[in-house]
């Protein structure tokens, strides 16, 4: 119906994600352009991931090899939702962050073609952070932060309409799952925003619901694009759709400037961390209950077994919070650094990327060939070797 076209685009005619970072950093070089006193400057630092079979995978990253896909964390003083060990790539203008979705589509097909999936079966996060720092006239630093995310789902299957079985069924199932729990979520929001009485939504019933928290019920505006068929063979499917933009057209948000004292900001952080420290120190317990009357009852009715797991789960969330604060801690003044050792590592892309053009001209290989167009030829195999064997290892063993 058009989803992933909208979103990215195909070859000349951009999708809204190209189009909306070669208008972000348009609009940067004309602030820059307005005011020449060095007071203001701008940090953007970009990362894309998709959620696979309720798995999240990092497409910046070459290293799939993290068994059930990296674990969500939450943020226990902001109540936000974040990957924890997801790249994030500082870049200063479109040019770079178009090279990323690249080498995100890139590793989304080869990961793709090493689990014979086919990649369109799975929801793709592009996350944008924008800060503009200002040097107010005390010496003092004021960041202004906004995130920016821009989703582009998968689309809803009717499994006797497929034909699907095994594990494409398998894989429609959960993508069904997930956008049965994002209308829950918006069904939701959009009955607190009309009733006075307020009901619980459901972020933590689904991986995308809780990355996209903030998005949709938090300090935000939000805008969903509902893409129809129009064959009427997908009569059931466009009704649907129309009715689940129809609910999410009834959420109302009011945004507001994210704005705070840098170095408010970093001290927060800091203390947050001491506070966490404490309670690794303590062995995590106190996260779980109030005082000590209810810690005491509550170790009272669970198992030895059950308790340690349950604290080594609880370390396990301090350990990334703790990891994703100092992270954030960093950023700030080591952006710069970060974004020399970005270009750096393109410089090396490109001269790899120059060696597979030269390879491609002169060298026999193979290309993979994907069900979406954008996914073919982005993998190559060359045949370098005098021979070349095709199959199984454990059929070349027996031959």
Same mark, same amino acid.
């Given at each position: ?5 909208? %979103? ?221 068929? *129009? ?55 106190? %996260? ?54 970005? %270009? ?28 979406? *167009? ?26």
């Amino acid at each position: 119906s058009g989803k992933s076209y909208s %979103m990215v685009g195909y070859g000349p005619n951009k999708g809204i994600v190209p189009i909306t970072c070669d208008e972000l950093f348009r609009r940067i070089e004309d602030s820059k352009a307005q005011s020449n006193d060095g007071k203001c400057r701008f940090q953007v630092t970009f990362s894309m991931l998709e959620i696979y079979n309720e798995q999240v995978r990092d497409l910046l990253s070459k290293n799939q090899s993290v068994k059930g896909g990296l674990p969500v964390r939450q943020n226990v003083a902001q109540g936000k939702f974040f990957v924890q060990d997801l790249k994030r790539v500082p870049v200063a203008s479109y040019a770079e962050i178009d090279r990323r979705m690249t080498e995100g589509t890139s590793n989304r097909t080869l990961a793709a073609t090493k689990m014979n999936a086919t990649s369109s079966r799975a929801h793709t996060v592009v996350t944008i952070l924008f800060e503009q720092i200002t040097k107010n006239e005390d010496g003092s630093e004021t960041t202004k932060s906004s995130e920016i995310n821009l989703v582009d789902l998968a689309g809803s299957e009717r499994a006797n309409s497929t034909g699907a079985t095994g594990d494409t069924l398998k894989e429609g199932s959960m993508i069904n799952l997930s956008l049965s729990c994002l209308g829950n979520v918006i069904s939701q929001l959009a009955e607190n925003s009309v009733n006075k009485k307020k009901v619980q939504v459901k972020y933590r019933d689904s991986v995308l619901t809780k990355l996209l928290q903030n998005s949709l019920g938090g300090n935000s505006k939000t805008i969903m694009i509902a893409a129809l068929s *129009p064959a009427d063979i997908n009569f059931d499917e466009t009704l649907s759709t129309l009715r689940y933009a129809d609910r999410a057209k009834q959420i109302k948000n009011t945004a507001t400037i994210n704005e705070s004292s840098t170095d408010r900001l970093i001290r927060t952080l800091k203390e947050e961390n001491e506070r966490l420290r404490k309670q690794l120190e303590m062995g995590g317990g106190t %996260m779980l209950y109030a005082d000590a009357d209810q810690q005491k009852a509550g170790a009272a009715a669970l198992s030895e077994t059950e308790l340690t797991a349950l604290r080594q789960k609880m370390e396990e969330e301090i350990r990334a919070q703790l990891e994703a604060n100092n992270q954030q801690i960093q950023s700030g003044s080591n952006w710069e650094k970060a974004h020399q050792e970005t %270009m750096r590592e393109d410089k090396d892309e490109q001269r790899q990327q120059q060696e597979r053009e030269r390879k491609l001209k002169t060298i026999p290989h193979f290309a993979n060939l994907n069900e979406d *167009p954008m996914l073919s030829g982005v993998v190559f195999h060359f045949i370098e070797n005098p021979t070349t064997i095709i199959g199984k290892a454990v059929d070349a063993a027996a031959a």
